[in-house]
């Protein structure tokens, strides 16, 4: 994944190269395509201009050609938020990574080894400062040695910024109607069990007041 991230990155450079011509320049740039050769048209040409009649046509030869198509600002664009979006995706990974490291690391396992649990440190040690080089990278690419995609790059993180905190929001009010409904249904269950016990404590009562004049009523006739 770290290897994914640097190919992103490297992939931004270049876009972010590109982004800078294209808003001075008029750029081309090379593309790969299909093309079809063949002479059959003057072959045709050369048998109607000889015999006066169609010749059997030519089997089509497909090649790879290169040439060049327009590339512009808005294209260069949405080529840097594809590799950003790609590059976020992996760092979502990596993150997903190092959490389930920490989790693990949290049970007990007699197995695991002192070399083991070094390589475990070294690997999320370096993982965590890869991971924020890039970062760095991407900032000082974008925000200092692109211009035009300052603003962009420090609004989509002001942007991420506020979505963090909604989404913060929206978590505590989830577990405060978790806690409201847990404390409701834990009231509900003592309510039942209250109204059970004065149930059978009503029930013990009157089998013991039914006992006792059971027994008087036997006294009086003796």
Not at 12 to 20: G, R, S
């Amino acid at each position: 994944m770290l290897i994914a991230a640097n190919s992103c990155v490297q992939g931004i450079t270049k876009l972010c190269d590109l982004y800078k011509q294209s808003k001075s320049n008029f750029l081309k740039i090379k593309s790969t395509a299909e093309e079809i050769a063949s002479d059959a048209k003057s072959v045709r040409s050369w048998w109607q201009r000889l015999f006066g009649a169609d010749p059997i046509t030519p089997k089509f030869v497909a090649k790879k050609t290169e040439k060049f198509i327009d590339y512009n600002e808005s294209q260069a664009m949405a080529d840097i938020v594809a590799e950003l979006t790609k590059f976020w995706t992996l760092q979502d990974k990596l993150i997903e990574y190092l959490r389930a490291e920490e989790q693990k690391s949290k049970v007990y396992d007699p197995t695991v080894t002192n070399a083991e649990q070094m390589q475990t440190a070294m690997n999320r040690i370096m993982c965590q400062q890869e991971v924020a080089k890039l970062e760095v990278t991407i900032r000082e690419l974008m925000v200092y040695q692109t211009p035009g995609l300052a603003d962009l790059y420090t609004q989509t993180y002001e942007m991420r910024g506020v979505i963090q905190e909604q989404q913060e929001k929206a978590r505590l009010a989830k577990e405060a109607q978790e806690r409201q409904t847990q404390w409701q249904r834990r009231q509900e269950e003592r309510n039942l069990q209250a109204k059970l016990a004065a149930v059978v404590v009503t029930f013990i009562f009157l089998l013991y007041l039914w006992l006792w004049l059971a027994l008087l009523n036997r006294w009086g006739k003796t």
